[in-house]
C-alpha cells in the first residue's frame, strides 16, 4: 500500500470554526488531491497540487483553501466550517493518471 | 453538470454469476477511464483502466468494455464473489490534465 495517511480521522466541529484536515505521504508523489465523497455525488475534485507551492481548484472548490509547502504534506482548510461542508474527505496521490492512491478518509462532522 | 454517470445506484448479484456495472460520460474529450472499488470506511483503490485506443482491457475475473460512439463503458466482474461486495466508482480523465472526474458510485452487493 502507498504510504498516505490523514489526520484527524475524525472530527466534530461547530459551524464558523475553521478547521484544518492533514495528507501526509511517503512516496514523494509528485501530485496530491484532496476529495470529499457525498451520497449522490460520488467522489468530487476540491483542490489539487502539482508541486511545491503549485496548486488548483477542482470543481467544489468554494470554501476551501489548500496550501504544499513540501512535498509531502498537502493542507485543506475550511476557513470557516458550514453544515454543508459536512462529509469524508479523501487525499490521493499519484505520479501518473491511472496510478492514484487514496488515503483512509476524514469524516467531518460540522454542526 | 454530471460528466460521468452511472445510473445504477445499486446492483445485487448471486455469487457465482456475471456482475455488469454500467457507466456513461458526456464529454468527449475524455481518453482515459478507470474503476475504483471502495469498502466501507476505507479509501477506493484503483482495478481497472483502458485507454480510449481500445475496446476492451481484461485483468484476471475484471473487464473493462468501452464504447466510444456510445459514451459508455462498463465493468464486467466474472464469477462474482463475495468479497466483490462494494461500492465501484468509474472516472474519467483527458490526456495531460491528471485530474480524474468521478461518476456518483454504484454499490454492489453479492448474495451467497
Known amino acids: 500500500d502507498a504510504g498516505i495517511t490523514q489526520s484527524p480521522r475524525h472530527k466534530v466541529t461547530e459551524t464558523g470554526t475553521p478547521v484544518t484536515l492533514r495528507c501526509h505521504q511517503t512516496e514523494n508523489h509528485r501530485y496530491m488531491y484532496w476529495y470529499r465523497q457525498d451520497p449522490g455525488h460520488g467522489l468530487r475534485l476540491i483542490h489539487y497540487?502539482?508541486?511545491?507551492?503549485?496548486?488548483d481548484k477542482g470543481e467544489v472548490s468554494d470554501g476551501y483553501s489548500v496550501s504544499r509547502s513540501k512535498t509531502e504534506d498537502f493542507l485543506l482548510t475550511l476557513e470557516s466550517a458550514t453544515s454543508s461542508q459536512t462529509s469524508v474527505y479523501f487525499c490521493?496521490?499519484?505520479?501518473?493518471?491511472?496510478?492514484?492512491?487514496f488515503g483512509p478518509g476524514t469524516r467531518l462532522t460540522v454542526t | 453538470d454530471q460528466q460521468v454517470k452511472q445510473n445504477s445506484p445499486s446492483l445485487s448479484v448471486q455469487e457465482g454469476r456475471i456482475s455488469i456495472l454500467n457507466c456513461d460520460y458526456t464529454n468527449s474529450m475524455f481518453d482515459y477511464f478507470l474503476w475504483y472499488k471502495k469498502y466501507p470506511a476505507e479509501g477506493p483503490t484503483f482495478l481497472i483502466s483502458i485507454s480510449s485506443i481500445k475496446d476492451k482491457n481484461e485483468d484476471g475475473r475484471f473487464t473493462v468494455f468501452l464504447n466510444k460512439s456510445a459514451k459508455h463503458l462498463s465493468l464486467h466482474i466474472v464469477p462474482s464473489q463475495p468479497g466483490d461486495s462494494a461500492v465501484y466508482f468509474c472516472a474519467a480523465s483527458v490526456e495531460g490534465a491528471q485530474k480524474l472526474v468521478f461518476g456518483q458510485g454504484t454499490r454492489l452487493t453479492i448474495n451467497p
Open positions: 490521493a496521490i499519484s505520479e501518473s493518471i491511472d496510478e492514484q492512491y
Open positions: 497540487s502539482y508541486g511545491v507551492k503549485d496548486t
